[in-house]
């Protein structure tokens, strides 16, 4: 058993301890397997933890546990990731409240280069079904991972139609893989396989608990470059998924809808309030994220393995990129002494070359597969 993954999944079942507190302990103790070989005082005297959660954590129950646990994943199949191993989500990496393990069922590439959230409302109307599905059809060309919630609704169509399509999709699970919710999705469940899949934080016996779902919705957003609610209602887990989404600085679009219909009113408030942009089609998201299809991007890509010609702000720009395989915009204009919109223009420009690619939160890195003569 690995050590460090194992002390994990020991702190991830210690009450009181969550994302947040977990990475505070293993950052003052040095890793996982030291949090648990401190002493009461010396873990009382770490920043917000106190004597209960430092009581908590020498409870050995946490450990039997956990070997338990292994145990049953490695007889299930299912991979345990933390967030200390470099297959961990980048997308997720950097959110200080993103989970300290995830639990994957299936292989899907958790670093695609594209990713969509499809969410909505849990009794689509007939408009919403057919947009659905149109509007993951139309992703195929792009090449994305479709990212959804497993829930009955927009989010079971998108997970179908992804299938339909080809597409590799996730679904994010607001409980641990001893069950399936909803029951009746396990067949499109079975269907997950090969470079598709499920997801989860939770261990092996967490039930699907309301309080569980706010907390899924987070990763969803998190693990979407773009964020698209095709219908809801004012209130419910698409609109938090929404709020979360817009926290992230993610790109949300929201289908507009008839002001009577209350499977609208969520989108209509969206678009209204600045919180998403209005899409009418697939069309619509690939202009604004910039996306070309998969063929022209290769294209591209190779013209930009052959490219020579580079001028000198590019040239530096190339080296950066080079030092360090990804980087943020802002600590780009500091290290080449460019304003922001100087070093946007300057980025923009690189990719529409095919030099450089554009990552979420801002970030930037060679474009896949680009090799430029030093």
């Known amino acids: 058993m690995d050590g460090a993954l194992l002390s994990l999944m020991a702190l991830s079942r210690v009450p009181m301890v ?24 010396q873990l009382s005297r770490i920043p917000q933890i106190g004597e209960i959660i430092a009581r908590n954590l020498r409870d050995p129950s946490v450990h039997r546990e956990a070997e338990q646990e292994w145990r049953t994943l490695e007889k299930e199949g299912i991979r345990a990731i933390s967030y200390l191993d470099p297959a961990y989500p980048s997308r997720l990496r950097h959110f200080e409240e993103s989970p300290l393990l995830l639990y994957v069922r299936g292989q899907p590439n958790l670093q695609a280069d594209r990713t969509v959230g499809v969410i909505g ?28 919630g497993m829930a009955h609704g927009v989010d079971s169509y998108a997970h179908h139609a992804a ?24 067949h499109l469940a079975s269907r997950m396989s090969g470079d598709s899949g499920l997801l989860t934080e939770f261990s092996w016996n967490t039930r699907p608990d ?29 609109m938090i998924t929404a709020e979360f989404a817009n926290r ?20 209509n408030l969206l678009i209204k309030s600045h919180k998403a942009h209005l899409i009418e ?39 950066l990129l080079r030092e360090n395989p990804e980087w ?23 990719e529409f070359k095919g030099i450089v690619h554009t990552l979420p939160g801002k ?7 680009v090799s430029i003569p030093g």
């Open 18 to 41: 969550g994302p947040v507190l977990g990475r505070i302990l293993v950052s003052y103790c040095g890793s996982p397997e030291a949090v648990f070989r401190q002493s009461l005082p």
């Open 121 to 148: 409302t849990r009794t689509p109307t007939a408009q919403g079904k057919i947009f659905t599905e149109e509007l993951v059809r139309g992703l195929k060309p792009y090449g994305v991972l479709v990212v959804s």
């Open 163 to 186: 299938l339909q399509e080809s597409l590799p999709t996730i679904g994010i699970l607001g409980h641990g893989f001893h069950t399936l919710y909803p029951a009746a999705h396990r």
């Open 210 to 238: 309301k309080e569980n779902f706010p907390m899924r919705n987070r990763v969803i957003a998190a693990m979407s470059d773009a964020l698209v609610v095709v219908e809801s209602r004012e209130k419910g887990g698409s």
């Open 248 to 267: 992230f600085n993610k790109d949300v679009f929201a289908v507009p809808g008839r002001i009577q219909d209350p499977c609208s009113r969520g989108c």
């Open 281 to 319: 089609s697939t069309e619509d998201l690939a202009l604004f994220m910039r996306w070309d299809p998969v063929n022209d991007l290769a294209g591209r890509t190779a013209q930009g393995r052959l490219f020579h010609d580079l001028e000198e702000d590019e040239e530096k720009m190339v080296q």
């Open 328 to 350: 943020l915009i802002d600590d780009l204009g500091f290290r080449l002494r460019m304003t922001p919109g100087n070093v946007s223009a300057l980025l923009l420009r690189m």
């Open 363 to 369: 970030r930037y890195a060679l474009a896949p597969g």
